[in-house]
């Protein structure tokens, strides 16, 4: 049985960007009203009141967007702080991060994931829902920023959209031949954007990696903390190119992780509402922290058995809410 000791924090379900995969303009979303967010002190006491002592010794913060929260910082520095935490990482967009890179490494960050989906501004715009200024240099100086303050390993997040973006696989891997970067394509995931994922569909990750292997050749390779990620390198690159194919691969039998929303719900699953466990309520009503940890706890022996019947019912789930509300 996996170990569970991976816990993805979704530090604010808002963003600054409304990518089309993931909160296209026109969705109708429904964020959690302030008052019901977890305030950073309330995240820290159930970090170190429930999922330390349960043995969760790695933390991603993510989002929406992370680096909107206006005390990103003084979390990533309490986090890190702590003896028992091993890994603490980040999922960014990126657009903050040139201003921000240097303080969040001093507070303990080492590893971030930054998605770049184009590197076309103007594509890039249009998968952003960015109609303003573009803001590609903004995300590229943000890359640029982290690379020389020294996070490491630096990993870039591509969700791959036919007709979108596909057309810049090779050249997105290509990033990786000179440089120390790990760039990660991602298959779409009906979620968020069930219409476009209707009208685009998805690439299966085999079909990039032959349009690689056919360009450069391709052998395996190797990163630190690559999840469900299977990991390749074109020979003689630095860096690596990674896949994440969750529509073709079922991970669950691997799966090692739960996530927290920001309003403070516990989820066993991304694809699964099972079991979901409101610790925010619970802790603003009194309950003991002993017996939120026993609840978690029960969580966690029951995961294994959640894993199992999703593999089963032979369906990626229960997509209701998006990734940016559960913490992708
Ligand atoms: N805002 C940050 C960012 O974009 O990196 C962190 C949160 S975002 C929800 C985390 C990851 O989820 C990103 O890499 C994003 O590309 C991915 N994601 C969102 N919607 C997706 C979808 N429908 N299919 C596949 N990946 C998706
Ligand atoms: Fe925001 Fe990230 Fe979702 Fe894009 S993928 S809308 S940056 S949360």
Avoid at 29 to 51: K, N
Avoid at 81 to 101: H, V, Y
Avoid at 179 to 201: A, K, Q, S, T, Y
Avoid at 275 to 294: F, N, P, T, V
Wanted: aromatic share 8%.
């Amino acid at each position: 049985m996996n170990r569970i000791d991976y816990l993805r924090i979704s530090l604010v379900d808002r963003c600054n960007f409304r990518c089309t995969y993931c909160m296209p303009e026109d969705a109708d979303i429904q964020y959690a009203p302030s008052p019901q967010l977890l305030t950073p002190a309330e995240l820290l006491i159930l970090l170190r009141g429930v999922f330390l002592p349960l043995g969760f010794t790695r933390f991603r913060l993510t989002g929406g967007e992370p680096l909107i929260h206006p005390q990103v910082v003084e979390l990533v520095r309490s986090i890190a702080q702590w003896p028992e935490t091993q890994d603490l990482s980040m999922t960014t967009n990126g657009f903050l991060l040139a201003a921000k890179a240097q303080d969040l490494y001093d507070a303990g960050l080492r590893r971030l994931n930054i998605s770049l989906d184009s590197l076309e501004p103007d594509i890039f715009d249009r998968i952003i829902g960015n109609r303003g200024p573009s803001r590609w240099s903004a995300v590229w100086d943000g890359i640029q920023a982290a690379y020389r303050v020294g996070f490491n390993p630096l990993k870039l997040n591509v969700v791959v959209i036919p007709g979108v973006n596909d057309h810049e696989i090779l050249d997105l891997a290509a990033l990786t031949i000179d440089r120390d970067w790990h760039v990660r394509f991602i298959e779409f995931m009906p979620i968020g954007n069930h219409d476009l994922f209707h009208d685009r569909g998805w690439i299966n990750s085999e079909d990039l990696r032959q349009r690689i292997r056919d360009r450069w050749g391709l052998a395996t390779g190797q990163v630190r903390g690559n999840g469900p990620a299977d990991i390749f390198q074109i020979p003689g690159a630095k860096g690596t190119v990674g896949f994440i194919s969750q529509m073709s691969e079922c991970f669950c039998d691997r799966c090692n992780r739960m996530r927290l929303s920001a309003d403070g719900w516990l989820r066993p699953c991304l694809l699964n509402e099972m079991g979901q466990i409101d610790l925010r309520s619970q802790l603003r009503q009194g309950i003991e922290i002993e017996h939120l940890r026993e609840q978690v706890k029960a969580l966690l022996d029951l995961k294994p058995e959640i894993n199992y019947k999703l593999r089963e019912s032979g369906t990626t789930g229960l997509y209701t809410r998006t990734m940016s509300q559960i913490g992708g």
